[in-house]
């Protein structure tokens, strides 16, 4: 099994879910299909400079990520070792970053977000991907992450420093860890879990 951010935090919710996930293919609902479409457009733009007809907010800011030649849709595969990985469909590790931009003195991880701010979730993706960085530019001692509400202009600013990044990847090692060696992945159903849970017509445990 690999890992990835999405991935690990389904597991620490509801390892059942994973082995859902597995077996049942779901469509994305409109919101993430919504989300989706967004997504696309930032890409879209960043890489070729089309037209993003249905972003409301930070043209600018995505105009300012053209200009500085930002990388868009940018896959880091990991080895269990991790060291970068030659082949990302492979991987141990897996993260898939809106856009990379790499400045003077920091890079910069940009994360487009639909709908309303989750700050710990978010907060927890941001470290995975600064993580993650590091090993790919163990050069640059600063990781800064942007996270672009795009129905809320807002962003979520984080920098991170190596000597950081460094305590951060050993509790982030032992939660991917205590998720692979897990050969029961047990449910762990409550109200909310279930009631956003893309599975729970599928589960037996689903929470009513």
């Known amino acids: 099994m ?9 597991y620490e919710k509801c390892p059942y879910a994973l082995r859902l996930k ?11 299909a ?7 457009e930032c890409e879209n733009f960043i890489n070729s400079g089309e037209p ?8 600018d800011d995505l105009y300012t990520l053209r200009t500085l030649n930002a990388q868009a849709e940018v896959p880091w595969g990991l080895n269990s070792d991790w060291s970068p990985a030659d082949n990302f469909d492979t991987a141990w590790g897996k993260c898939v970053i809106d856009a990379l931009c790499n400045h ?4 910069l991880i940009v994360d487009f977000k639909t709908g309303k701010p989750s700050p710990l979730p978010h907060q927890d993706q941001a470290q995975i991907y600064a ?6 530019y163990p050069e640059i001692k600063t990781i ?3 996270f672009w509400y795009l129905d809320q202009n807002t962003k979520k600013e984080t920098t991170f420093t190596q000597q950081e990044l460094i305590r951060y ?3 982030l090692e032992a939660r991917i860890n205590r998720m692979l060696n897990d050969t029961t992945l047990d449910p762990r159903p409550n109200k909310w879990n279930c009631k956003w849970c893309n599975y729970k017509q599928h589960c037996w445990y689903s929470y009513q």
């Open 169 to 171: 990847k050993t509790v």
């Open 131 to 136: 993580i993650a960085a590091n090993i790919f």
């Open 104 to 107: 003077p003195n920091y890079l």
């Open 2 to 10: 690999s890992w990835s951010y999405s991935k690990l935090a389904l």
């Open 52 to 59: 993003t007809t249905n972003i409301k907010f930070f043209t």
């Open 22 to 32: 597995k077996e049942f293919k779901t469509e994305p609902n409109e919101y993430m």
């Open 34 to 40: 919504r989300g989706i479409a967004l997504h696309k």
């Open 144 to 146: 800064k992450t942007e």
